[in-house]
């Protein structure tokens, strides 16, 4: 690789690297062509890795991210591409991207204080264009269906994943169908996709019947299934785990919290700081810790009779690996609400390769949990709120320590479910969990609520309740 200055840009000649595809189970490991169009191993249908080899060093490419900083090309102002000795593609991929990731780091000191810590910081993946991570895998995946030539580009999502793909797709000029549960996506959601032009299909049932269907769909030639069960989403989305190491001038924080839904994104997060570490780049594995909500919590349930979420030595006898589905996830976290995660297996081997933990956190958690993130001014949609919820459970519980550094991944924009915001407000949020009656919806009781106020329109009434009303802390 070579640093040099031409019009006023930095360009950079990277390295002759290779890439290929290979099966992750141990049993297997059946390598495939980078260009070959796979979702799983086609000799036992294991999940698939991407392993890129590159002959830069670790001192080369710390500098040359840090250079492309201050670059305007295009490729150089995606949080992505900037990292694209990394990536399997070559320098003259057509690349399709909306100039995704770059996310800030934020100091969260009202969070902090609430979970018990000096201090927190929340890496706000809500900020990208479509307003959720997924943008970061969807740019890589959809370059890929460029490059396979595919017409159509599909996915199963409880919302977000198909409002990126709608907006990759769009710019790609590809046609896209998604496939939702009817009813159990937001409206945000639905809005975005509508307006980027996708097909939106409403199927009966939820996420994990949706997610089933499309894996058939599949097998027409001309249909590209763009879910995290595509080693080049999890590409995409490993290069946020790069920026947040970049953020932190590449001093490896103790603990980094992801939420948990299908387990891409902690599939994608392990990836990304193996490779950092395998390269000399950090010098040391952040422990991962995937929160996931107590109703859909499968990932959570194999290690729950574990250490504090932690799987020990005597819980990776084989059996102990099997995962068991839930049937009927139950959340008002809709982003998360899984029972039969995809990516399981290599979110597993994350935790362990991390000596990470997987915990649930409840309802009731989750909610004020989002509204203390709201107070840093900051906001999240529910699902992401459960890092913060399973940050103070771990603190009560001792399993991290205050003065620890700790990162929580924020996944989705505030205004992604505003009627979950509005009801939590107004005392009007209302579960079916394990704690409700039988056929009973249970009331969720805001601690942290902050419901509008019907005042008269004169300067004395206002006035008059400003004074009774001093800002809470
Ligand atoms: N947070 C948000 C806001 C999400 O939308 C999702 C997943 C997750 C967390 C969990 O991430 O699945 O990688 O473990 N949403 C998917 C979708 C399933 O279809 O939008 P994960």
Known sequence: MTLGAMEGTIEITATRTSAEQHCIEPNCGARFGINERLYVCSQCGGLLDIERTTEDDAETLRTVWQARLASFDPRDRSGVWRYRELLPFTESAPIVSLAEGNTPLYDAPRSARYCGLAALR?????????????????????????????????????????????????????????????????????????DYGAAVLELEGNFDDAMRVIRELTEDESIYLVNSINP???????????????????????????????????????KGFKELFDLGIIDRLPQLTIVQAEGAAPLAHLFSDSDGGRFTADSLLPDARQ???????????TAIKIGAPVSWKKALRAVLWTGGRVLSVSEDEIADAKAIIGRDGI????ASATTVAGIKQMIQKNLIEREETVVAVLTGHVLKDADYAINYHRQNLYTHDSESLPGEMRRIEGNYSNPPASVKATKAAILEYLKREQPQQ
Not at 138 to 146: N, P
Not at 379 to 382: H, L, M, S, Y
Request: contains cysteine; glycine residues 10%.
């Open 379 to 382: 906001g999240c949609e529910p």
């Open 122 to 194: 929340l890496k706000h993946q809500g900020l990208n264009p479509t307003g959720s991570f997924k943008d970061t895998g969807m740019t890589v995946a959809v370059t890929q269906a460029r490059i396979l030539g595919a017409r159509t580009v599909v996915c199963a999502s409880t919302g977000n994943t198909a409002a990126s793909l709608a907006a990759y797709a769009a710019r790609a000029e590809l046609q896209c169908a998604i496939l939702v549960p009817s009813g159990q996506i937001t409206n945000a959601k639905l809005a975005q996709s509508l």
């Open 323 to 333: 995962l068991a589905p839930v049937k009927y996830p139950n959340t008002l976290a």
């Open 232 to 270: 080049f989403r999890i590409e995409g989305q490993k290069t946020v785990a790069f920026e947040l190491m970049q953020q932190c001038g590449w001093r490896v924080p103790d603990h980094v919290v992801v939420p948990g839904g299908n387990l891409g994104n902690s599939a994608a997060f392990g």
